[in-house]
């Protein structure tokens, strides 16, 4: 009975090394919509050079990064903007910098809009073109969903509450708000500015206006010129250690920059 005690202790082991090496080669990301696509490339060349490393990246908004890191449901998360006051147990690893930049359909004779203009268009005091220069047609305002970076930025820069937005459409995702916006010859929104030059370079048609007489471009960010830019961050919970560390400081290195700026954004 007691070397059979022994045997099933040994056979138990065994059975556990696999799983343990398995889960040492398995690292998840979800979160920011912005980062997700850049972190799914940085994750297709580290996998190419670590075979066996397998690399989830799901998106979800910049809230679940925050959270799906603090409760483990992830290993790291994505946030397209700083860290708050309130998210001090987390630790933000910049891997670039980006911009959120006003988006209308290519056609739109409209090329640029006060601050003043934007908020009376997202409060429903100017409801057409018209109103700002343009042709005689409503206007279709496009606004982000809860809990997504770039409308808690948007708010933040025109001091805005979100129940102020008189919005018709709500989307999720910078595809959502660019599909949108190149669908509807009305239409306004924001997104991510490496999102939407990246789309406007594959003949998207959209167009990004200027924000306080500054373009709205990669060139503009990088100089620090453009009022309206952020962080795009890998999240952990505490200090990484193993894949994830690994993972981060790949994401942060050299060997990525030229899928930083593939993606129209700005090396950190």
Do not use: C
């Not at 996998?47 to 990064?65: N, T, W």
């Not at 406007?200 to 990669?218: D, F, H, N």
């Not at 994830?244 to 790949?250: G, R, V």
């Amino acid at each position: 009975m007691h070397l059979l005690s022994k045997m099933l202790i040994l056979l138990s082991i065994m059975t556990a090394l696999p799983l343990a090496h398995a889960a040492e080669d398995r690292l998840t990301l979800t979160g920011s919509s912005t980062v997700a696509p850049l972190a799914a490339e940085f994750a297709k060349r580290y996998e190419s050079q670590h075979p066996g490393v397998r690399i989830d990246v799901q998106m979800g908004g910049s809230s679940r990064g925050i959270n799906d890191a603090r409760m483990g449901l992830a290993d790291i998360g994505m946030v397209s903007r700083a860290l708050k006051p309130t998210e001090q147990d987390l630790t933000a690893f910049v891997i670039a910098m980006d911009g959120i930049g006003i988006i209308l359909h290519k056609s739109n004779a409209v090329g640029e809009l006060s601050d003043t203009q934007v908020i009376d268009i997202y409060t429903g005091k100017i409801r057409n073109w018209q109103q700002v220069g343009g042709v005689d047609l409503p206007i279709t305002v496009v606004n982000k969903a809860e809990g997504r970076s770039t409308l808690e930025l948007f708010l933040h820069h025109f001091d805005l509450k979100n129940s102020q937005i008189k919005a018709q459409v709500v989307i999720g995702d910078n595809q959502q708000g660019i599909k949108t916006v190149s669908g509807n010859r009305g239409a306004i929104g924001y997104v991510s500015i490496g999102t939407a030059e990246y789309e406007e370079a594959r003949g998207t048609p959209i167009k990004l206006l200027p924000m306080a007489s500054q373009a709205a471009t990669v060139e503009a960010i990088a100089k620090g010129h453009y009022p309206l830019s952020r962080q795009l961050n890998l999240v952990v919970k505490g200090i990484p250690v193993g894949l994830a560390e690994n993972f981060i400081t790949f994401a942060q290195s050299a060997a990525v920059k030229d899928l930083v700026e593939a993606q129209f954004f700005v090396a950190p």
